[in-house]
């Protein structure tokens, strides 16, 4: 449940979103779709990376069929997961001051729980290789039949912590995310360093961040003190 540091009162638990928040895998989702659409024979779009950021895959494949790639929907998961896996189990990007945070929100007993859009093996490379104890638990694409922007996938990680929703705190980085996090109840945190486009105007979060350089555990209660004052960021 809640504690409290220097009189603020700090979050149930913590919500991550992986891709683009967690890690800056942008680049290997990149090349993946870059695949996907040379090997069709598709002619490769520059508002793709916008429109596909923060999309669960099924609505990843719906697009990219859209923009012309003639692959069937299985296969073109299957091609894009599996080099996104082979990189990342290379090389986990974590996010510039992420893992200090996570280790401290470890430390202080306030549970993490991973929740993506991607499958079930790609969250478990992640929650391996995190910090000791940082994540109690994930929500991947397989847990839950509904994906962002609807609420579920963060109701279900609440429901993992048997917090309520609204005593927690998401961190996440795409307009599909922040609106599923913010539709939860919970306190939304955008993180904008590797977004694909502007979410400063999306009425969803809270606050922004840029990173989690000098983030402490102290700051999670000051923006959850903020918020239940009413105060805006």
Same mark, same amino acid.
């Given at each position: 449940?809640?504690?409290?540091?220097?009189?603020?009162?700090?979050?149930?638990?913590?919500?991550?979103?992986?891709?683009?928040?967690?890690?800056?895998?942008?680049?290997?989702?990149?090349?993946a779709e870059?695949?996907?659409?040379?090997?069709?024979?598709?002619?490769?779009?520059?508002?793709?990376?916008?429109?596909?950021?923060?999309?669960?895959?099924?609505?990843?494949?719906?697009?990219?069929?859209?923009?012309?790639?003639?692959?069937?929907?299985?296969?073109?998961?299957?091609?894009?997961?599996?080099?996104?896996?082979?990189?990342?189990?290379?090389?986990?990007?974590?996010?510039?001051?992420?893992?200090?945070? *996570?280790?401290?929100?470890?430390?202080?007993?306030?549970?993490? @729980?991973? #929740? =993506?859009?991607?499958?079930?093996?790609?969250? $478990? &490379?992640?929650?391996?290789?995190?910090?000791?104890?940082?994540?109690?638990?994930?929500?991947?694409?397989?847990?839950?039949?509904?994906?962002?922007?609807?609420?579920?996938?963060?109701?279900?990680?609440?429901?993992?912590?048997?917090?309520?929703?609204?005593?927690?705190?998401?961190?996440?980085?795409?307009?599909?995310? *922040?609106?599923?996090?913010?539709?939860?109840?919970?306190?939304? @945190?955008? #993180? =904008?360093?590797?977004?694909?486009?502007?979410? $400063? &105007?999306?009425?969803?979060?809270?606050?922004?961040?840029?990173?989690?350089?000098?983030?402490?555990?102290?700051?999670?209660?000051?923006?959850?003190?903020?918020?239940?004052a009413g105060?805006?960021?």
């Amino acid at each position: 449940m809640a504690g409290s540091s220097d009189g603020l009162t700090l979050p149930d638990a913590v919500f991550w979103d992986m891709d683009g928040t967690l890690i800056n895998s942008d680049p290997y989702w990149l090349e993946a779709e870059h695949d996907v659409v040379t090997a069709s024979g598709a002619t490769w779009s520059d508002d793709l990376p916008r429109l596909l950021q923060g999309c669960s895959l099924p609505d990843c494949v719906k697009i990219m069929q859209a923009h012309g790639v003639d692959m069937d929907g299985d296969l073109m998961v299957e091609r894009m997961v599996g080099i996104v896996e082979d990189r990342e189990r290379e090389r986990l990007p974590w996010t510039a001051g992420v893992v200090d945070l *996570l280790a401290a929100l470890a430390a202080a007993r306030i549970p993490s @729980v991973l #929740v =993506t859009g991607s499958p079930a093996t790609m969250a $478990e &490379n992640v929650v391996a290789n995190a910090p000791a104890g940082a994540f109690v638990g994930y929500v991947s694409n397989e847990t839950t039949p509904i994906h962002k922007p609807e609420p579920e996938p963060y109701l279900k990680a609440a429901e993992i912590v048997g917090v309520n929703p609204t005593r927690s705190l998401i961190f996440e980085d795409s307009l599909p995310g *922040l609106e599923s996090a913010s539709r939860s109840g919970a306190l939304t @945190v955008a #993180v =904008t360093r590797y977004s694909r486009e502007s979410t $400063e &105007n999306s009425g969803f979060q809270f606050t922004s961040i840029y990173d989690y350089e000098n983030l402490a555990v102290s700051d999670l209660g000051t923006f959850m003190r903020q918020r239940d004052a009413g105060e805006r960021r």
